[in-house]
Nanobody, 117 residues
Framework: QVQLVESGGGLVQPGGSLRLSCAAS????????MAWYRQAPGKQRELVAR???????DYADSVKGRFTISRNNGKNTVDLQMDSLKPEDTAVYYC???????????WGQGTQVTVAS
């Protein structure tokens, strides 16, 4: 199993920045995938960004050039730096991870990000 604890959400004005952090703990092996998803009211949960153990990155088109995901394999942490935030970025953001050789998803409790003036 993997336990995920997120921090860093809040209220920010359009054009502002926020940094989300997620700390993972496990005794079940090596974490392969660490990712951030988000879910806005009335919408499906969607992938924001993900990073594999080896460093491969993926971003949703809507956040490319504005968000940066980074990972520390030694500490099992993943951060999401969000710049040039827009009102449409408002959502609950969830940390996600998968262990090596597994397709089982683990989720954090979610952290609210609100972009409003």
């Amino acid at each position: 199993q993997v336990q995920l604890v997120e921090s860093g959400g809040g209220l920010v004005q359009p054009g502002g920045s926020l940094r989300l952090s997620c700390a993972a703990s496990t005794t079940s092996g090596t974490i392969n995938l660490m990712a951030w998803y988000r879910q806005a009211p009335g919408k499906q949960r969607e992938l924001v960004a993900r990073v594999r153990y080896g460093g491969t990155l993926d971003y949703a088109d809507s956040v490319k050039g504005r968000f940066t995901i980074s990972r520390n394999n030694g500490k099992n942490t993943v951060d999401l730096q969000m710049d040039s935030l827009k009102p449409e970025d408002t959502a609950v953001y969830y940390c996600n991870s998968r262990l090596m050789w597994s397709t089982l998803d683990y989720w954090g409790q979610g952290t609210q990000v609100t972009v409003a003036s």
